[in-house]
């Protein structure tokens, strides 16, 4: 059983571009959440998607967006780039998140913004 | 809004010391509490999860204990071992929130043989 699988595993991109992450759920599960870690520091939650649609929404601005896909797959796309977006971006999958419900964590995208 | 509070590291400790991690937190509801482990170049593993007042999350000779009194989840092991070098995350999950999750800034700890 594959866990939750992320794609590229680093990306260098210039100031102003365009980025898009990608995110498998765990299997079985339909809930996926996008955090932001950003070096020496705890992740901070981006947004999460439930039946393809933006459920949650952290303090991010409207540069990150998302999507879910029927297959409950995701993707994570970031206009442009300032370098303070440089970080570790981790997707988490669960079964229909609730409070207490377990989150799988991928392995993360780390994304350097020169 | 939701916060959590952990000591700061680094934490530098002998094999077979004993460890506590401090946890608070601050929540609008009754969340659920979780530690989670990352090692170097590595995404989050679950550690353990606690989700009310009083319950015991344990793992891997792991121990937190929900305390709603103190609003707190200390971690705690008995004997580390040098494999248990990591950084640990704090995390609370809030139902009000719709389930999304609020992290410490992670606790580096280096057991030294």
């Known amino acids: 059983d594959a866990g939750v699988t992320q794609s590229p595993t680093h990306l260098i991109k210039t100031r102003g571009q365009q980025v898009t992450l990608r995110c498998s759920p765990k299997s079985g599960h339909d809930t996926v959440s996008w955090y932001q870690q950003a070096l020496g520091q705890g992740p901070q939650f981006i947004f999460q998607y439930y039946e393809e649609e933006e459920r949650q929404r952290g303090n991010f601005p409207d540069r990150f967006s998302g999507h879910q896909f029927p297959n409950y797959s995701s993707e994570l796309n970031v206009n442009a780039l300032l370098l303070g977006d440089s970080a570790l971006y981790l997707c988490?999958?669960?079964?229909?998140?609730?409070?207490?419900?377990?989150?799988?964590f991928g392995p993360g995208t780390r994304l350097l913004v020169l | 809004g939701n916060s959590v509070t952990q000591m700061e590291g680094p934490v530098t400790l002998s094999e077979e010391a004993f460890l506590t991690i401090n946890c608070t937190y601050t929540a609008t509801g009754y969340p659920s509490l979780f530690w989670y482990v990352q090692y170097p170049g590595e995404g989050l593993q679950l550690l353990l999860k606690?989700?009310?007042?009083?319950d015991k999350g344990s793992n891997k000779g792991f121990e937190a204990t929900y305390r709603k009194e103190t609003t707190s989840f200390h971690l705690e092991k008995g004997s580390v071992q040098v494999s248990d070098s990591a950084v640990y995350f704090c995390a609370l999950s809030d139902p009000i929130g719709g389930g999304k999750s609020t992290f410490g800034d992670g606790t580096t700890l280096t057991v030294k043989p």
């Open positions: 606690a989700t009310k007042a009083d």
């Open positions: 988490a999958s669960s079964l229909e998140l609730l409070s207490g419900e377990t989150q799988y």
